[in-house]
């Protein structure tokens, strides 16, 4: 989303967070049967991150809740540290969920004035690993329910800590408002913005984004390869992305999810230029009438 904005050994590193911990308790750790809903991995694999999201409140030793005072793409949202747009819930609202979910809500606020004293009509939620937990190749996963409402921009993926773009972007999963398609990209130096190593996955009517689905990248030294609910979406090796530019994928990446309203990537799907660049009117009154939030299941990294 930032733009303009099997080898033997995988080597996978977990920061350690300002607690001492990694937020790898040593349950996560011991490889158990494959459970799709609660997103324990298969017996092969060993846990580095998992969060299920199933605690009162989320667990900042593994997140940072990231406020932004300006944005990039043209979207039309602050982020902000607030429960309201950030929160952990149970029971009806989370189900389908095995122990909760977080939700990613977008608020409208009118005339919401950032520390920067730049000036917006809505506020949303952005949640990143970084400095926390970083990794260089593994899986990563996330079990997700998007809403309806075009112009909506939730959004999982990999961002290096470095420059922009040449520590590499990994757009796991991306969503503007379209309920039978998402899209998975890469960026780099000489592929970003407009970037050729791009694709959608699209899903039947009677099985939309509404409902939950696996987003996820196996990331290895020599390809990335995207899934959804275990299907293969894209693949991308690194001939592909060198015959673009300098393969930017053998550094530690971070997660981020967050939710962006309108921008860039919305406008150039859906055209619409007013009230809001790329969120129309009727996607606004959704947000005021609080039904455009994003539901996580849990997010996790495997290697």
């Known amino acids: 989303m930032q733009r303009y ?17 990694s937020g790898c ?10 459970r799709r809903d609660t997103g324990q991995p298969a017996k092969a694999d060993s846990v580095v991150f998992f969060d299920d999201f199933s605690g009162g409140e989320l667990d900042r030793s593994k997140w940072n809740v990231r406020v932004t005072g300006q944005t990039v ?26 122990d909760g979910a977080l939700v990613i809500r977008p608020v409208y606020s009118p005339n919401f004035v950032t520390p920067e004293s730049n000036t917006f009509d809505f506020i ?5 690993t970084r400095d926390k937990v970083m990794f260089t190749y593994g899986t990563a996963a996330a079990r997700m329910k998007l809403p309806a409402g075009t112009g909506l921009w939730p959004a999982f993926w990999a961002l290096g800590a470095g420059r922009w773009p040449d520590t590499g972007e990994i757009d796991i999963m991306e969503y503007v408002g ?28 009677d099985n939309d984004v509404t409902q939950w689905h696996v987003y996820a990248v196996a990331w290895t030294p020599d390809s990335l390869i995207f899934t959804l609910d275990g299907k293969l979406v894209y693949r991308a090796t690194r001939p592909m992305v060198e015959h673009y530019g300098k393969w930017a994928f053998d ?4 997660l981020i999810l967050n939710l962006a309203l309108g921008g860039a990537y919305p406008v150039k799907i859906n055209g619409v230029k007013a009230p809001y660049n790329g969120l ?24």
């Open 251 to 254: 550094n530690p990446k971070f």
């Open 73 to 98: 793409n043209d979207e039309q949202q602050a982020y902000v540290d607030s429960a309201a747009t950030l929160y952990l819930t149970q029971g009806e609202e989370a189900a389908g969920a095995a």
């Open 124 to 128: 949303s939620g952005r949640i990143d």
């Open 5 to 21: 904005k099997v080898q033997l050994v995988i080597a996978l590193t977990a920061i350690v967070a300002s607690t001492g911990t």
């Open 25 to 34: 308790s040593q349950q996560q750790q011991t490889p158990v049967a494959e």
């Open 178 to 205: 379209e309920t039978d398609w998402t899209s998975v990209a890469l960026h780099g130096p000489g592929y970003f913005g407009e970037t050729p190593l791009v694709n959608k996955a699209y899903l039947s009517a």
């Open 280 to 303: 129309p009117a009727a996607t606004v009154q959704l947000i005021k009438d609080d039904s455009a939030k994003v539901l996580v299941d849990w997010v996790r990294i495997t290697r």
